[in-house]
T-cell receptor, first 113, second 114 residues
Framework: DAKTTQPPSMDCAEGRAANLPCNHS???????VYWYRQIHSQGPQYIIH???NNETNEMASLIITEDRKSSTLILPHATLRDTAVYYC??????????????FGGGTRLMVKP | ETGVTQTPRHLVMGMTNKKSLKCEQH?????MYWYKQSAKKPLELMFV???????ENNSVPSRFSPECPNSSHLFLHLHTLQPEDSALYLC?????????????FGPGTRLTVL
């Protein structure tokens, strides 16, 4: 699976949009971009995933560049409860091998009042 | 509440003890996973069970022994652990379909080995 690069930490003001970047310049055509987050002392939580097109759900939006070498997770109105470590993961999907996730260091997002 | 429960939530054990971690998923999923999260390190995949068959063992020492009696339950049996095995142990489950699907994680068991 392709490797990802994320900034180690970011701050965001409460109520503002949080834009979390991820670089995955070695991504291949059949690899998806997944985002998870981990709030302190809890298990990771799935946020969103995409292949080529931009995606939106009730939690966030995922913007993938046309060349797919980078993406941005957008939390449109960050709240204090969004303070967490956000992981960008790129992986090939294989029915037989299981959905293995390879976690990197992630971005520690601090939402401030 | 993710539909994945883990017990106990906290465990302190000596190096000569034998203990087991339990994970149960109430989501009807058919794949389950054990991850380890040490302080200041990324999550590491330990084991994968797909349709109750172990499909991945990520070079985990034999003092960790997984067991998956059915698709809803997963155990991690621990014996003669070392202090460096102290970590947060996370269980996850997913529904394997063509193209894969997201994993749902439990709250974890915080393990301290003295």
């Amino acid at each position: 699976d392709a490797k990802t690069t994320q900034p180690p930490s970011m701050d965001c003001a409460e109520g503002r949009a949080a834009n979390l970047p991820c670089n995955h310049s070695t991504i291949s055509g059949n690899e998806y971009v997944y985002w998870y987050r981990q709030i302190h002392s809890q298990g990771p939580q799935y946020i969103i995933h995409g292949l080529k097109n931009n995606e939106t759900n009730e939690m966030a939006s995922l913007i993938i560049t046309e060349d797919r070498k980078s993406s941005t997770l957008i939390l449109p109105h960050a709240t204090l409860r969004d303070t967490a470590v956000y992981y960008c993961i790129v992986r090939t999907l294989s029915y037989n091998a299981g959905n293995m996730l390879t976690f990197g260091g992630g971005t520690r997002l601090m939402v401030k009042p | 509440e993710t539909g994945v429960t883990q017990t106990p939530r906290h465990l302190v054990m000596g190096m000569t003890n034998k203990k087991s971690l339990k994970c149960e998923q109430h989501l009807g999923h058919n794949a389950m996973y054990w991850y380890k999260q040490s302080a200041k390190k990324p999550l590491e995949l330990m084991f994968v069970y797909n349709f109750k068959e172990q499909t991945e063992n990520n070079s985990v020492p034999s003092r960790f022994s997984p067991e998956c009696p059915n698709s809803s339950h997963l155990f991690l049996h621990l014996h003669t652990l070392q202090p460096e095995d102290s970590a947060l142990y996370l269980c996850a489950s997913s529904q394997e379909i063509r193209g894969g699907n997201e994993q749902f994680f439990g709250p974890g068991t915080r393990l301290t080995v003295l």
